[in-house]
């Protein structure tokens, strides 16, 4: 805000710093306000379990056990291709109620995005087809593969007690097979949990076993892709990112997009999108190119002794020849 002085013959403000004949006024003359904001899901988060619970009902069901777990904060919509399945009661809710909504939507390959209402939208992860296919020359400006270890285990270790006496019980399940396995180059990672919830050996391990099975689905090439401005494109969808490679060919590798960022002003500029790609998605897609038969998982053979005879002899050299 900016202040200016305006002269006015015939206007006189007693006591005013302003001279005679002179009005001071204030005009806005714009301004940038920052704001973060985040949707209604942080509400879920912050609700936290005061203590471990276990799904209610005799025959609980994944999206009637979501549906309880935040009804408090939203309505909750399940889209076409979600197949809902039965929950065991020996499933433990401990602390996190957002994080078992997102558990327990895992298991019926299922995840949520909020609507423009308001409300929570269960979408499944796979068998829906790209609403979008950005390739060189139709939209992409550019784009980056991203992997990390960060959350990469090979064995996880499920803790709990006995209901009779309060001993320990522990349960136990390793990655044996793949780079990641235990005890291979990935080294030793292991991940912990625990909860007063689970009483048996049995219970123990089969947590552990479905924490391992959830990561080996999980496993995923990020990418980061920048567009030219599309602004319906939104978290959840699924889109195919045409990939350059050598030689000019192109790869063309679908992904769920996990988050969304656009900018510019007053023009939109690009949009900026992170892309999960699951493993088995970019090994279909690189098998598909014209190199994709070439490629193999271990090194090729040295072909050096193998070149044939009429070749000759590579010619001596002497280092006061050379120019």
Known sequence: MNGYTLP?????????????????????T??????????LTADVDRDKFLAPQSPAGTSPTVLGEVTRLVQRHFPMVVDIGVTDASVSRKLVYDRERLEAVQDLLANINARFRMGGDGEMRVYPITGTDPVWRV???QGLVSVHRKQTIDGLYNCWV???KEGANGKP???TAYLRTGLLRWDGPHGRVP???SSEMITTWSQAVAYAETLRDRQAASCAVELEVETVPRPEIQAGDRIEVGCPMPAGHVVYLPGEVVSVSAGGSPIPGPTKFTVSC??????????RTPFGDHLTSSKPALTWDRMPSTWGALPALTWNNLP
């Open 30 to 39: 714009g301004a940038v306000v920052d704001v973060d904001a985040v949707d």
């Open 278 to 287: 699951a493993y088995q998605d970019v090994a279909a897609a690189i098998g």
């Open 135 to 137: 390739e060189p020359g």
């Open 158 to 160: 499920v803790e709990g």
């Open 191 to 193: 991940d912990f949990y």
């Open 8 to 28: 006015e013959y015939g206007y006189l403000e007693p006591d005013s710093a302003a001279a005679p004949h002179e009005r001071r006024t204030f005009a806005f």
């Open 169 to 171: 019980v522990t349960g």
